[in-house]
């Protein structure tokens, strides 16, 4: 009886940390309302190392550093596959009439992929097989190193020229060798001229290319010049093409009457093939851009037309000393040639020509490049030969990434006035249709229009589509032109003159170098409903902008804010401001900047609110914060929360000054505060005097998890007033009977500020001046960084954005009731009620699992099954898991993993929807997209058919052909095939896990987020060229 008592007076006691018991309704909503995936990368593809085209299936394949492979066609046509090796991809090889691929790594492994066609009437891209040339016992790795692949129009034998000079004939998809039929060096020179055999051996393979009217017929290339014709049917060498020079590459004419070849002299060669003569000489033989020395032409097509004018284009081939750094592709066309100018360096390109078989001409249209930072295309079928902006494969870091932004829903007369912005941009770009049009896309319209928008160091900001499975570019703003700066903006790198040789031209957008480093964009904030827009700097600067659609000539008016309010004893160690214009600027259609707020000292902008309605910017540094009326231009107040020990603040991020000594005392004294801290902690024991009775009644409660001990953070820790976070809202914080405008800041000292607001109204709104006083000062208890702040209003809603409610586009918040303030820092989530700020509830994460808040956003959450929707937070940790934490309750509902802790880059540029989707980079040019919601799921869903003309097997293919590495150094291994894919590399196996071990890929991000003053192009100019083996996609 005793017994019975003593547990039930246990069970009581313990009561209070009992979890609550799950509720079967709400689960199977949540399984309604929450999911996660991954569900697209946007922008270009991390160190690309392979490109291939199918004229066949119209699409087109880039291969990577990491073993990654993505095929494209038609805008929103796009699939993604994964080596499970990460190794570099050097060939990739479309199968003639075929929706298969072929690719070569560097470890010297071919693979065979398959577009394969789902239930759900989908295509996905699987690995069917894998196989390894193998030598014979104690041959060396040389032997069986490919070097060239020729897919036969059989659409059953692959041809492997080797370093050795063998060309092995290998059956897909079984990849049995038919050593029968293997071609050797012996046998090639059997019928060579003697005095041809004493200058040269052949050594490797070069080059293969199949005759493109009789399938029975091979040309072979060896790199030291001899080209051979070669008789499959008959085994044995028809026609010896005996070339001087090193060979770099091969192409055959359309008629097959004529082959050319280009070599490492910067010269090419054009051969007759006919059968009266066995060993022709050179019809011509020209170097295009001599006399002096020149670079090898690695590539080369010769294109014909109706009128008779060849298009000659090549890769390669300029003067060694004058431009041997130029990567350019040259276009000779009768008496036009323009040497197009990259920059970076280019890794194959290939033309688009008639792909009928039956045609006469090749009449080409489109040349495509893919250069290492960026994909080109040109037109060749208009005059200039004009780019040709993509759909996809959007060269996002073409300045790095310094920040970025996300607006749903944009009202479609904003999104017009965007588009028109934008369009009077690309007056340079050609109007032809995208010439890679292949598959077709499944994926639904877009249920609304979204914006992306990124900021840039060289203090730019684009505005990116980002609605679809397709991120393109809308309008890019410049801020440039407000500060003088060491560019010229009337300098155009595409003039030339008329007389210049070679004839140069820049194309492409990717330009890593930045005039001034203090240019680069820190902060945006987009009212959709008012079409302003406010972005802040490196420098302190804050720009406010309206929406223009015409140019316009304006002065920008200058306001100064001095954040440390002239205390004694604070010197600014940083960087200076930027110099502005005097006088009128003229600004372009789009946002044009009218008034600038320099804050000193000009540090970093930290964060920034914008409330349109009240037409007020607040913005926040290491310094302080203030408040801006950007409607009569006028500086309403400052505050500074400088600590006396924050000295780092006047460094500046730019500044390579440190105290060696405070860093060494503030570290004895964490040392110090450790210790005492173990001292004190004592581990719980379990009372000996507790029955067997009452220790099974413990047994059977669910006890909450154990809280961690989180140590108070010190006062005197640096950046203690780094604002954190601004929030504009209008609420009770006086008394419960009035609301008012009032600003809310927090800091990274755990500390809230409060002020009221009076804002006159629309009438005397330009008479009177808007007013401020600090109402409320909140001290968090552990100093913990504040991240975010929200106001709920009498139904625990959160208030809605400046101007919803006036265009009809949410509820007016409930004004009855008594309003909270939910308070998110690292380490928890509280509630407070409001005006008297009194705790309610709180969440305590670290406490409880160990990790800190790292971004916070108020999500709405609709089901997919329902019309029932929710507003929740979207939490991202500094583990990388992401939780959604109900509202007013602070309950977790689902937690996900979704990136690395180890990336802390890819954590600190992630990014929030609204509506449950969000961004971050996987690599210093990628965008990895996720989903939270069921409802809101932006993928790609396509589908890509055999063409039913598949007359003439034998058609001539031309895919894109990147030269495999010279130097024999691939593991020697046995040949090997795998059955088709498995389950793990179907649909969805995203680019982002070839990174995981690319340490170089987080860094580059990293400085590109913290303001690094390292150039992307310096890091560019040290990594290893194609070619050469890498290591887990390294150097």
Not at 149 to 166: K, M, R, V, W
Not at 713 to 724: H, K, L, N, P, W
Request: hydrophobic share 35%; aromatic share 8%; with cysteine.
């Amino acid at each position: 009886m005793l017994e019975g008592l003593g547990a039930k007076r246990l069970k009581r006691k313990m009561r209070r940390f009992l979890r609550p018991g799950h509720d079967p309704i709400r689960e199977r909503l949540k399984r309604d309302l929450f999911q996660f995936n991954k569900t697209v990368e946007h922008g270009f593809p991390h160190q690309p190392s392979a490109l291939g085209y199918s004229s066949f299936l119209h699409l087109m394949a880039i291969g990577t550093r990491s073993g990654a492979i993505k095929l494209y066609g038609a805008p929103g046509v796009e699939f993604m596959g994964l080596h499970e090796e990460t190794n570099t991809v050097m060939q990739i090889h479309f199968i003639p009439g075929q929706c298969r691929l072929l690719t070569l790594l560097d470890d010297n492994s071919l693979h065979l992929w398959t577009l394969k066609q789902t239930h759900s009437n989908m295509s996905e891209l699987q690995e069917e097989r894998h196989f390894t040339l193998r030598g014979p016992p104690g041959s060396p790795p040389s032997a069986t190193q490919v070097t060239a692949i020729l897919a036969h129009s059989s659409q059953e034998l692959l041809y492997l020229g080797t370093e050795s000079g063998n060309v092995f004939v290998v059956e897909i998809p079984s990849f049995r060798v038919l050593e029968d039929r293997t071609i050797s060096p012996d046998v090639v020179l059997q019928r060579v001229p003697e005095e041809y055999l004493n200058r040269r051996s052949l050594e490797l393979v070069e080059a293969l290319r199949e005759h493109p009217q009789n399938p029975n017929q091979i040309l072979i290339g060896y790199s030291k010049g001899l080209i051979v014709l070669w008789d499959l049917i008959n085994n044995k060498a028809t026609h010896h093409f005996l070339g001087n020079q090193q060979l770099e590459n091969l192409f055959w004419q359309r008629n097959g009457h004529h082959i050319i070849s280009c070599h490492y002299d910067g010269s090419y060669a054009q051969w007759p093939v006919s059968s009266d003569d066995r060993q022709p000489e050179p019809l011509e033989s020209k170097v295009p851009y001599g006399p002096f020395p020149c670079k090898a032409i690695s590539k080369i097509y010769w294109q014909t037309t109706k009128n008779g004018l060849p298009y000659i284009i090549f890769q390669g081939g300029m003067p060694r000393a004058s431009y041997g750094d130029r990567h350019s592709i040259s276009v000779v066309y009768g008496n036009q040639q323009t040497a197009f100018d990259f920059t970076s360096r280019v890794i194959d390109f290939f033309v688009i020509a008639n792909a009928d078989p039956l045609a006469e001409f090749d009449d080409p249209s489109a040349m495509v490049v893919l250069a290492e930072e960026e994909l080109v295309v040109i037109d060749l079928m208009s005059p200039g030969w004009p780019s040709v902006q993509p759909p996809y494969l959007a060269s996002l870091h073409c300045s790095a990434i310094t920040c970025s932004h996300h607006v749903s829903n944009i009202p479609l007369k904003l999104w017009e006035r965007i588009i028109s912005a934008g369009s009077k941009q690309n007056s340079q770009f050609s109007n032809m249709q995208w010439p890679i049009n292949g598959g077709t896309s499944k994926a639904p319209d877009p249920p609304q229009r979204d914006l992306l928008l990124t900021g840039h160091e060289d203090g730019t900001v684009r505005f990116w589509n980002a609605s679809g499975v397709c991120l393109n570019l809308l309008y890019k703003l410049s801020t440039v032109r407000v500060f003088l700066t060491d560019a010229d903006p009337n300098d155009n790198l595409n003039q030339m003159g008329e007389d210049e040789w070679p004839p140069l031209r820049k194309v492409g957008s990717f330009d890593p170098y930045s005039d001034d480093p203090r240019l680069g964009i820190q902060k945006i904030f987009l009212c959709k409903y008012s079409s302003y827009l406010a972005v802040a700097g490196t420098a302190g600067q804050v720009l406010v902008m309206e929406l223009n659609d015409e140019e316009a000539e304006q002065v920008v008016d200058h306001s100064e804010a001095d954040l440390l309010q002239d205390q004694e004893g604070y010197r600014w160690k940083g960087h200076e401001r930027l110099k502005t214009k005097d006088g009128p600027v003229r600004f372009e259609p789009g946002f044009q900047p009218f008034v600038l707020v320099q804050c000193q000292p000009p540090a970093v902008v930290t964060s920034l609110a914008l409330h349109s309605e009240w037409k007020l910017v607040a913005f926040g540094t290491s310094h302080g914060f203030g408040l801006f009326d950007h409607q009569q231009k006028r500086l309403v107040f400052v505050k500074c929360t400088l600590h006396p020990s924050d000295q780092l603040a006047l460094e500046g991020p730019l500044s390579r000054v440190k105290s060696l000594k405070k860093s060494l005392r503030q570290s004895f004294r964490r040392m110090r505060r450790s210790r005492v801290s173990n001292r004190k902690r004592r581990t719980a024991e379990v009372q000996e005097g507790i029955s067997r009775h009452d220790h099974d009644a413990l047994q059977e409660i669910e006890l909450a998890p154990v809280q961690r001990k989180i140590e108070a953070r010190s006062a005197e820790d640096s950046f203690t007033g780094f604002v954190r976070t601004l929030y504009f809202a209008d609420t009770f914080l006086r008394d419960s009977s009035r609301h008012c405008p009032s600003l809310w800041a927090g800091t990274n000292g755990g500390t809230v500020y409060a002020f009221c607001l009076r804002v006159p109204p629309a009438e005397r709104r330009m008479d009177e001046p808007v007013r401020a006083e600090q109402a409320k000062e909140i001290q968090l208890m552990h100093r913990a960084p504040v991240i975010g702040i929200v106001v709920l209003d009498g139904q625990s809603t959160p208030l809605p954005e400046p101007l919803e409610v006036a265009h009809d586009l949410s509820k007016s918040p409930n004004m009855q009731g008594s309003h909270q303030l939910l308070v998110v820092s690292e380490e928890q989530l509280k509630v407070f009620t409001l005006p008297k700020v009194s705790s309610k509830l709180k969440l305590k994460l670290t406490a409880l699992e160990g990790c800190r808040l790292r971004k916070v956003t108020v999500t709405n959450f609709a089901s997919c099954k329902s019309e029932h929707s929710e507003n929740d937070l979207a939490v991202l940790t500094n583990l990388g898991d992401i939780q959604i934490i109900s509202l007013p309750a602070l309950k977790i509902q689902v937690r996900y993993p979704c990136i690395r802790k180890e990336d802390v880059s890819g954590i600190a540029s992630c990014v929030f929807t609204r509506y449950g989707q969000g961004f971050y980079l996987i690599s210093p040019s990628e965008f990895e997209r996720f989903s939270l919601s069921p409802k809101w799921l932006v993928e790609p869903r396509c589908l890509v058919k055999v063409p039913e003309n598949t007359g003439n097997s034998h058609v001539h293919s031309t895919p894109g052909v990147e030269k495999a590495s010279r130097i024999s150094n691939s593991k020697e291994s046995g040949w090997s095939t795998s059955d088709p894919g498995a389950d793990e590399r179907t649909h969805g196996r995203l680019m982002e896990h070839a990174l995981l071990n690319d340490e170089k890929v987080l860094k580059e991000i990293q400085s590109t987020l913290e303001g690094g003053k390292g150039s992307y192009s310096d890091k560019n100019s040290r990594r290893i060229q194609v070619g050469h083996r890498l290591s887990n996609g390294g150097e």
